[in-house]
């Protein structure tokens, strides 16, 4: 199985500022890499598909990069609704397996 | 619009089997495999397998081999997800949801939460 490491495992952040969360797998992906997003208790919510394709109706202000075997989701001015846990997670082949979380919380 | 709408909570005693149901409307049923993702309280993300509701072919990831099916009915748009001999351990939420072009997964269902105790 393909493992996934993101990194750090928790942040604190301003609103306003630039975050920045990185996801490893341990073998290439090429790009079959998501980002979700999830809040306590609700669903996770699609973000980024293919790596750096946003998803229809998600701000403009979250950005993903990289292939291979590392990528980043980048928030470029963090807002108070973005306060929340992200998940990276690859589709390359199957089982289809998850980061373990980022924790973004409020400085 | 997408809309995956789960069955309740349930609350199960260890050896019991327990069914969620999610049932699709606002595209081609028929069209879009279905996933099945849990999460234990306070942790990540799990994918357990996939179905596609048109062949009724399955995937199931190998640590649920055995304990896990995953069906349809498509007359009522409707996938579940049966976990056998639950373990205090599978307590945790359930959640389907869509697969998108084969490589992630768009829509979600609310979630189910299956507690098992004695």
């Known amino acids: 199985d393909i493992q996934m490491t993101q990194s750090p495992s928790s942040l604190s952040a301003s609103v306003g500022d630039r975050v920045t969360i990185t996801c490893r797998a341990s073998?290439?992906?090429?790009?079959?890499l998501n980002w979700y997003q999830q809040k306590p208790g609700i669903a996770p919510k699609f973000l980024i598909y293919?790596?750096?394709s946003l998803q229809s109706g998600v701000p403009s202000r979250f950005s993903g990069s990289g292939s291979g075997t590392d990528f980043t989701l980048t928030i470029s001015s963090l807002q108070p609704e973005d306060f929340a846990i992200y998940y990276c997670?690859?589709?390359?082949?199957?089982?289809?397996?998850f980061g373990q979380g980022t924790k973004v919380e409020i400085k | 619009q997408v809309q995956l709408v789960q069955s309740g909570a349930e609350v199960k005693k260890p050896g019991a089997s327990v069914k969620v149901s999610c049932k699709a409307s606002?595209?081609?049923?028929?069209?879009?495999?279905m996933h099945w993702v849990r999460q234990a309280p306070g942790q990540g993300l799990e994918w357990m397998g996939r179905?596609?509701?048109?062949?009724?072919?399955?995937n199931y990831v190998q640590k649920f081999q055995g304990r896990v099916t995953m069906t349809r009915d498509t007359s009522i748009s409707t996938t579940y997800m049966e976990l056998s001999s639950l373990r205090s351990d599978d307590t945790a939420v359930y959640y389907c949801?869509?697969?998108?072009?084969?490589?992630?997964?768009?829509?979600w269902g609310q979630g189910t939460l299956v507690t098992v105790s004695s």
């Open positions: 073998q290439s992906i090429s790009s079959y």
């Open positions: 293919s790596a750096s």
């Open positions: 997670q690859q589709s390359y082949s199957t089982p289809w397996t």
């Open positions: 179905i596609n509701p048109n062949s009724g072919g399955t």
């Open positions: 949801a869509r697969d998108l072009y084969s490589i992630s997964l768009d829509y």
């Open positions: 606002g595209y081609t049923f028929t069209g879009y495999y």
